[in-house]
T-cell receptor, first 112, second 112 residues
Framework: GQNIDQPTEMTATEGAIVQINCTYQ??????LFWYQQHAGEAPTFLSY????GLEEKGRFSSFLSRSKGYSYLLLKELQMKDSASYLC?????????????FGKGTTLSVSS | EAGVTQFPSHSVIEKGQTVTLRCDPI?????LYWYRRVMGKEIKFLLH????????ESGMPNNRFLAERTGGTYSTLKVQPAELEDSGVYFC??????????FGPGTRLTVL
């Protein structure tokens, strides 16, 4: 079956660095996505990895290891506004437009 | 550029009633997706349109759910008759070439 695991909750303080892990077991693989979702709002795209390695985008970075079925999202210089749910999602087929398979999300709370 | 919009934002109905949710994708996006998140669970795929055609409806839970996308623009998702287990947040997403999916804010459906 398809399975994506990520921690349910994490806490951190302003200015710190936090790493949110995601492991996946899917029948195929064609990319891993990270989304940020504030309560009551739309999930917004953060990053996309399809090859092994680190993708950096400002304060956010995402890493992928396909052989290990593992990814992490790294958030640096945390701000209060980073308190949100972070969703890991995998696309399991090469067919264009394939839907995403989501994990349950990690709720990050940033305190001052 | 306007994002994905959904209507209504909230809907409260009684078991056995009918509800129709609407999604307006980003203009020009051929791919339109419906997802659902029930309480405590992950976001799950329902179906995928390419223009007006149903590309993949493998996630539709049963025949009480009917999705349409007449003219390949906006889409509707009708639940008839609604059951208690249909409660959740229904998300719509759209994409251009099938890469990054842009999500709407969701419709929170409560069936009493």
């Amino acid at each position: 079956g398809q399975n994506i695991d990520q921690p349910t909750e994490m806490t951190a303080t302003e200015g710190a660095i936090v790493q949110i892990n995601c492991t996946y077991q899917t029948s195929g693989f064609n990319g891993l996505f990270w989304y940020q979702q504030h309560a009551g709002e739309a999930p917004t795209f953060l990053s996309y990895n399809v090859l092994d390695g680190l993708e950096e985008k400002g304060r956010f970075s995402s890493f992928l290891s396909r052989s290990k079925g593992y990814s992490y999202l790294l958030l640096k210089e945390l701000q209060m506004k980073d308190s949100a749910s972070y969703l890991c999602a995998v696309r399991d087929r090469w067919q264009a437009g394939t839907a995403l398979i989501f994990g349950k999300g990690t709720t990050l709370s940033v305190s001052s | 550029e306007a994002g994905v919009t959904q209507f209504p934002s909230h809907s409260v109905i009684e078991k056995g009633q009918t509800v129709t949710l609407r999604c307006d994708p980003i203009s020009g996006h051929d791919n339109l997706y419906w997802y659902r998140r029930v309480m405590g669970k992950e976001i799950k795929f329902l179906l995928h349109f390419v223009k007006e055609s149903k590309q993949d409806e493998s996630g539709m839970p049963n025949n009480r759910f009917l999705a349409e996308r007449t003219g390949g623009t906006y889409s509707t998702l009708k639940v008839q008759p609604a059951e208690l287990e249909d409660s959740g947040v229904y998300f719509c997403a759209s994409s251009n070439r099938g890469d990054e999916q842009f999500f709407g804010p969701g419709t929170r459906l409560t069936v009493l």
